[in-house]
Every structure is written in C-alpha cells, then in structure tokens.
C-alpha cells in the first residue's frame, strides 16, 4: 500500500473531505508503475539472493546505478525493500508474495496487468464510444511473448 494516512488524516480525507482523495489514487499509480518497472528486471529475485548494494545490483542487471539507486529508494518507500546502510534487502512482504511460491503469483500479475494497462486500456475510450473493440483480447493475450502464461497463473491465484 503506498499511502498510509493516519487516523487524524483519514478523518481528513474520508469524512471531512478536507484533501484531494484523487491524490490517493495518483499515488497508487506511482507505487503500481514502480512495482511494474521492477518486476521485468527481476529487482526482487536478485535481492532474493542476498542483500545488495545499488552499484553491485546495477552491475548484475547491466544497467545505470543512478536508476537503480532511484528504482532501490522508491521501492524502499513503498515498504518492497528495505535499506541497512547502503544495502538494499527484499522486505518481508515482498519475500512472501513475489518470491515464495504463494498461490497467489503477485509478479505473474503484474506482468499481465502491465501489457493490459500499457495496450488495453487506453482504447476504452474508443469502446466505449463505438462499442467495438480495436483487437480479441484473447488474440493480443496469445502473440504477447510471455503474456498468456503470465495471465494464466494470475488467473490461477485469483480462483484459489
């Protein structure tokens, strides 16, 4: 959950109507668009492995320190990581939902929801304004590399 307001600031928010609620939700797509740029860099699967610092963790992506230092800070605000001095470690959280074999495949998820976000939705305005849609889902799902088992095991941890 990447905002987690205080009982003074729910009250606030909820029942005063005193903030701009929308900000909830702005701030929600900001933590969901980290969690979809870490997933395909396997962040938390390397993090698995040992705690690490952003330059060795930037070495074994072959990727910017300066990114994975931001990537690193702001997964750490979002309570995924964890920082101990200038390593990076996988939150408790993150250990049990993405790397433990749950049932309920958080990174399978994320994977489907990202190609569903990125191509998907934004032709809902066009649908629902015409009422047709610009491609079968089913055939999007099939010829996205990695997508349809993706969304299966989603789909799996959703039933149970």
């Known amino acids: ?7 003074a600031e729910r009250i606030a928010i909820y029942s005063l109507n005193a903030a701009p609620v929308p900000m909830l939700d702005l701030a929600g797509a900001l933590a969901y668009q980290t969690l979809s740029t870490a997933v395909p860099l396997d962040i938390f699967k390397h993090l698995h492995k ?8 930037a070495r074994t992506l072959g990727a910017q320190e300066r990114g ?7 997964l750490a605000a979002i309570g995924y ?3 101990s001095g200038s390593h990076y470690s996988n939150s408790a959280m993150t250990e049990k939902w993405f790397l433990n074999g749950a049932v309920l495949d958080i990174a399978a998820s994320i994977t489907a929801l990202d190609a569903f976000l990125r ?12 009422g047709e849609r610009p491609f079968s889902f089913y055939e ?4 996205t590399p990695g997508l349809s088992d993706a969304h299966q095991r989603m789909m799996m941890g959703n039933a149970n």
């Open 140 to 143: 999007y799902t099939e010829h």
């Open 119 to 130: 191509d998907l939705w934004p032709q809902g305005p066009q649908i629902i304004s015409n």
């Open 50 to 57: 040992g705690p690490a610092t952003p330059a060795e963790l």
């Open 81 to 83: 990581v964890e920082s």
């Open 68 to 74: 994975v230092q931001r990537l690193l800070e702001a």
């Open 1 to 7: 959950m990447p905002v987690k307001p205080n009982f």
